[in-house]
């Protein structure tokens, strides 16, 4: 009878262990809804101006933010830990160019709470000055190089990009001149070369002719 007890004793331990050891663990199902839950949020920024000053030719710029898909059995920090968003109000919230990482970790009641499930890395392009203000130039000659929307220009001033652009436009107007000068040249040549074959087809249908009302 003893060892029937100590034998139903071990049993219950057993047992209770085996549910503790349920209990606290993260079931790989659980984490795979929650990764699918971050997967399924995006995140979408605009650029918009602050100011403009047109003497100094100097913009002031930002980006913000729209997170779609959200769920709450999810949080999202921005830049490191201690900055956890607000999803209401995060939309009114300005960055500036440069990198900006989301951290989205897991908010649940289970045990699988506060796990990070993904890393979004976010580059936010500077914005060009010089297009802004040679937005006109810049749609006529579309492939100089500092006429994208968004480049790093710190490296130059806007005279040295102007008189490279001035340069560039005389190139691209001797070519496009040279161009046009060559399709002349090609209708002349063209034009030459199928009157001398209507000249040749002519004389020799005369020749054949002849040569038939000699006969």
């Not at 920090?77 to 968003?85: E, F, M, P, Q, R």
């Not at 995060?90 to 990482?101: C, I, L």
Request: glycine residues 2%; hydrophobic residues 35%.
């Amino acid at each position: 009878m003893k060892k029937i007890i100590y034998a139903f004793c071990l049993f219950l331990i057993y047992f209770s262990y085996l549910n503790v050891f349920a209990i606290d663990k993260c079931t790989s199902s659980e984490m795979a809804r929650l990764k699918e839950l971050a997967n399924n949020v995006k995140f979408n920024y605009n650029h918009k101006f602050e100011m403009v000053d047109e003497e100094y030719h100097e913009i002031w710029s930002s980006y913000n933010f729209e997170i779609l898909n959200f769920n709450n059995d999810l949080k999202i920090y921005v830049n490191g830990k201690d900055d956890l968003i607000d999803i209401n109000t995060f939309k009114n919230r300005d960055f500036s160019s440069g990198e900006v990482v989301f951290y989205i970790y897991s908010y649940t009641n289970n045990l699988c709470t506060d796990e990070l499930l993904k890393k979004v890395q976010i580059d936010l392009p500077l914005y060009n000055e010089y297009y802004y203000f040679n937005k006109d130039k810049c749609s006529e000659y579309p492939e100089f190089k500092f006429c994208k929307e968004f480049m790093n220009i710190s490296d130059y001033n806007f005279e040295e990009i102007d008189k490279e652009f001035q340069e560039y436009i005389k190139k691209e107007d001797k070519n496009n001149f040279l161009n046009k000068d060559n399709y002349k040249l090609y209708f002349i040549i063209g034009g030459f070369s199928l009157v001398l074959i209507i000249g040749i087809s002519i004389l020799i249908i005369i020749k054949k002719k002849g040569k038939n009302s000699d006969i």
